[in-house]
């Protein structure tokens, strides 16, 4: 045993007993243990919240972005991501509490007034959310495989962490996934920060100086592209991000769990400071692609790995496997956690409307290890098509952003049929763009290159859009008179 | 004053790609491209921590 494997135990080991002691002295009925009762402050709340945003993703798939693609990385840190979330979050958390909302699914149900709706909405919440645990547990495998120096089994690990993860989610709930954040983050905030000044350092003798040879070495690597990469693209990815991020079922519900709507607030504005630790990695991307040359295709994800292997002694690769396994476990927990909320909650209830609630929270808890085992089953079975499923996964959750804002408007003019019909084309359209490998550069080759670089999910949701609009003009009739039903009888009886 | 504090801070973010899309000069060591799109991170930030103090305020109000 060496101190690298050493060290990724304890952490292991640290992060479980957090996760069950979280539910010491409160007892766990259903919305105590899916939103901790709604009083969560400013603090956990961006423990929270964050502790899902950064996930393996940062770790492996940012760094390994900075390798491959070079300067149009910056998109993983647009600050439009939050200016979202600080105007629609509030009315979503307000509309929630009233109405004793859950999830996000709920939500429609209750503002559509209708529970087809509501199961749609659930149906693509968890066929998005499957994907991305998936890609977590495979982020998992290589990085406890990296870190071990190849001496833990993948399969044997990543059997390990989930079994964490299952029984602490199980039994601590959101509480288990709020106390191992906060273990995460603080590790992650280390680790980053100090690979992304050392190693430049170390290599170069600055920052400055490493990105100077960068440019030297390879001209315009660290600009956005005339084509491509272009600023066009850039944009309408920034776009997809900002409006989808929020669309996840788990950041959704997460938000519910807020104390009141200045933590919500509160939390947006910090966030991008946050972000500064992406920085960090591009810094050690960047490192990697001139000491590190010639990773290829999946391999450039190993570039953290590789260049940390490369400059330091084993109990320091150790920490850095301990902070991206703990990257990759605790997003996973949340995202388990809201799967299976969803699951009874908003698909087996719509189904059978006759369960109790006490029926409901059992159903839950059995939901959690199901989810677990079907993320690993395709994580084993699943093939390498992984990253392609979570960008189709991130454009299908960004469908329902058109009807959830129109839905905060004083008077809607969506109908539930418009909602549904703009929801459903906006999937089919991603799922036949990624599906038939086709981007805006295929289907329209003499476009002029702006229109080309288009991200599909922002063309997906304006046809979305068109559609829901056209669809709710024809059908709206309907709408109207059950909206206007309270109002009116309000003047009756005054 | 809330909408013209995030427009403030969204135009210039994004508008001004084309002009800032440029590695000189160096400003703490970054690219000018990298630094412009930190920068805004704090700035975003500020801009909505100063959005969200009036906010709490309008609300005691009430």
């Excluded at chain 1, 899916?34 to 402050?41: E, L, M, Q, T």
């Excluded at chain 1, 079994?163 to 995460?184: D, M, P």
């Excluded at chain 1, 927990?333 to 299976?340: D, F, H, K, P």
């Excluded at chain 1, 209830?349 to 395709?378: C, G, H, M, W, Y």
Aim: with cysteine; proline share 5%.
């Amino acid at each position: 045993m060496n101190s690298s494997i050493l060290i990724i135990t304890i952490t292991l080991a640290l992060a479980f007993y957090l996760g069950i002691r979280a539910k010491k002295g409160r007892e766990m009925k259903l919305d105590q243990w899916a939103v901790g009762g709604r009083n969560f402050g400013s603090l956990i709340m961006f423990v929270l919240m964050a502790g899902e945003m950064f996930s393996t993703f940062v770790f492996l798939g940012a760094s390994g972005a900075a390798y491959r693609m070079g300067g149009p990385t910056i998109y993983i840190f647009c600050a439009l991501t939050y200016i979202v979330p600080f105007w629609i979050l509030p009315p979503i958390w307000r509309y929630a509490k009233k109405h004793n909302v859950l999830t996000q699914s709920d939500f429609f149900t209750k503002k559509y007034n209708s529970k087809s709706l509501g199961l749609l909405v659930a149906v693509i919440g968890v066929l998005s959310m499957i994907p991305y645990i998936v890609l977590q547990l495979k982020g998992f495998q290589i990085i406890v495989s990296e870190a071990s120096y190849g001496l833990i089994p993948p399969t044997v690990a990543v059997w390990i962490g989930m079994l964490c993860v299952t029984v602490f989610v199980y039994v601590s709930g959101i509480h288990g996934s709020a106390w191992t954040a906060v273990l995460k983050d603080i590790l992650i905030l280390i680790v980053i920060v100090f690979l992304g000044i050392y190693l430049p350092i170390h290599y170069f003798g600055g920052i400055q100086p490493m990105f100077e040879t960068l440019e030297a070495t390879k001209p315009g690597f660290l600009l956005l592209p005339d084509e491509g990469l272009s600023i066009s693209w850039y944009v309408s990815l920034c776009l997809t991000i900002a409006l989808g991020q929020y669309m996840w079922p788990h950041c959704f519900g997460a938000s519910l769990s807020s104390q009141n709507e200045s933590a919500l607030r509160k939390n947006s504005a910090i966030l991008p400071l946050y972000q500064i630790i992406l920085v960090f990695i591009l810094f050690i991307g960047f490192t990697a692609v001139l000491q590190i040359p010639n990773l290829q295709g999946g391999d450039t994800d190993l570039a953290l790995f590789k260049i940390a292997k490369d400059a330091f002694p084993p109990w320091i690769v150790g920490v850095v496997g301990a902070a991206g396994m703990l990257a990759a476990l605790v997003p996973c927990s949340m995202l388990i956690l809201t799967a299976a909320t969803i699951l009874s909650k908003n698909i087996y209830k719509a189904v059978k409307p006759d369960t109790s609630n006490e029926q409901l929270a059992k159903l839950t808890r059995i939901f959690v290890p199901i989810v677990s085992l079907v993320s690993l089953i395709f994580t084993f079975y699943g093939g390498n098509t992984m990253i392609a499923l979570l960008t189709m996964a991130y454009s299908f959750v960004l469908q329902l952003f058109p009807p959830l804002v129109f839905s905060l408007l004083q008077r809607n003019p969506v109908s539930k049929a418009g909602a549904s019909a703009g929801m459903i084309l906006g999937v089919v359209l991603v799922a036949y763009f990624t599906l038939a490998e086709a981007t805006m550069a295929t289907l329209f080759p003499n476009a002029p290159h702006f229109i080309q670089d288009l991200d599909i999910g922002i063309v997906a949701i304006t046809f979305n859009l068109i559609v829901m609009l056209a669809v709710s003009a024809f059908t709206r009739k309907n709408q109207q008179t059950i909206l206007e039903e309270e109002p009116v009888k309000r003047i009756i009886t005054s | 004053m809330k909408k013209i504090i995030v427009l403030l801070s969204v135009i210039p973010a994004i508008g001004s790609l084309s002009v800032v899309n440029r590695v000189e000069p160096y400003i703490f060591g970054l690219p000018f491209i990298i630094f412009w799109s930190t920068a805004w991170l704090i700035l975003t930030s500020i801009c909505l921590y100063i959005s969200s103090v009036i906010c709490d305020r309008k609300e005691e109000n009430k």
